[in-house]
């Protein structure tokens, strides 16, 4: 079993960086004995909105965060950085928990191979 760390820095939108390392998460969380983990720091933290809208044929990071989800992968979002940016934790998409600093340190402990975008 291959175990993979995503952390993610960006904000879910205006830069590509949280999407393309969503995209790869999610794809590589349908692979047979793969582990995923999201962890999101930062303006990162805000992709676990709950509620976004975007336009039609505009990518979702709420969606894409769900992708991982459903295929058995864990998503992190950073305390710290939720309450810098007014997000509660009722206010986080299905599936999405917050964290803290001590369990990314055990997630990277855990993880086989760690992508930072």
Avoid: H
Avoid at 33 to 46: K, N, P
């Amino acid at each position: 079993m291959s175990k993979t760390l995503f952390i993610l820095n960006d904000p879910p939108y205006g830069t590509e960086r949280s999407y393309n390392g969503l995209r790869l998460a999610g794809s590589l969380a349908k692979q047979e004995e793969q582990q995923v983990r999201v962890f999101l720091l930062g303006d990162a933290a805000s992709c676990a909105k709950a509620g976004q809208q975007t336009p039609n044929g505009y990518y979702n990071l709420e969606r894409m965060l769900r992708a991982v989800t459903n295929k058995k992968g864990e998503i992190g979002v950073c305390g710290t950085c939720m309450d810098a940016r007014g997000i509660a934790p009722d206010e986080l998409a299905e599936g999405a928990m917050r964290s803290t600093l001590d369990e990314l340190t055990e997630w990277t402990i855990w993880a086989d191979k760690i992508l930072v975008f």
